[in-house]
């Protein structure tokens, strides 16, 4: 079945820190990948999206590239800011229909 | 637009009571999902609605689990004889569809937390 397998956290960052989250996954045929954030007392929101190999998706400063030959899905920021911390959800979708498969979550700590 | 709305918020009940969620999808959205949010299992896929079809009940944890989507919209989670292990923060979902193929692109709402004592 499918799987993903998400970045253990918590992390903690300084701001304007370099940020990576590591996501791999286990799938057949030609999921969609996601990133989802969940903020404080919020509920969880679309980050960024791929639906197909090579593709990055990209918001807020956040990106993320469709690895299929390393089945990953990585998200990266240049640098973080204090309104970035949350919890992260990498998540699969659409091999079959839309149900999504999601990692663990990562949670983030920016410190100023 | 309006989001995903769900309701209650917060809802705390006595071991062996049944609980009624509901989740409000945006409107036009044919796909409906529900979710289970949990310290221990993380996020976890509970049922699938997709427009006139038949639900995709595969993530039910138990028998006690139900749910209905009435016209095509709302949508109501149902818990019978809840557990202690069912205290979770559950989540509805919708989106498009077109076509019969769902873009994937799901819209949370902002969950609904039990709490059984």
């Known amino acids: 079945g499918n799987s993903v397998t998400q970045m253990e956290g918590p992390v903690t960052l300084s701001e304007e820190a370099f940020l990576t989250i590591n996501c791999t996954y286990t799938a057949t045929g030609y999921p969609s990948l996601f990133w989802y954030v969940q903020y404080p007392g919020e509920g969880l929101q679309l980050l960024l999206k791929a639906t197909k190999a090579d593709d990055k998706g990209s918001n807020k400063g956040f990106e993320a590239t469709y690895r299929k030959e390393t089945t990953s899905f990585h998200l990266e920021k240049g640098s973080v800011q204090v309104s970035d911390s949350a919890v992260y959800f990498c998540?699969?979708?659409?091999?079959?229909?839309?149900?999504?498969?999601f990692g663990q979550g990562t949670i983030l700590t920016v410190h100023p | 637009g309006a989001g995903v709305s769900q309701s209650p918020s917060n809802k705390v009940t006595e071991k062996g009571k049944d609980v009624e969620l509901r989740c409000d999808p945006i409107?036009?959205?044919?796909?409906l999902y529900w979710y289970r949010q949990s310290l221990g299992q993380g996020l976890e896929f509970l049922i699938y609605?997709?427009?006139?079809?038949?639900?995709?009940k595969s993530g039910l944890p138990s028998d006690r689990f139900s749910a209905e989507r009435t016209g095509g919209s709302v949508s109501t989670l149902t818990i019978q004889r809840t557990q202690q292990e069912d205290s979770a923060v559950y989540l509805c979902?919708?989106?498009?569809?077109?076509?019969?193929?769902?873009?994937?692109?799901?819209?949370f709402g902002p969950g609904t937390r039990l709490t059984v004592t």
């Open positions: 979902a919708s989106s498009h569809s077109s076509a019969g193929r769902v873009t994937y692109e799901q819209y």
């Open positions: 609605f997709q427009g006139n079809s038949a639900p995709d």
């Open positions: 409107s036009g959205h044919t796909a």
């Open positions: 998540a699969l979708g659409g091999t079959s229909y839309g149900k999504l498969t």
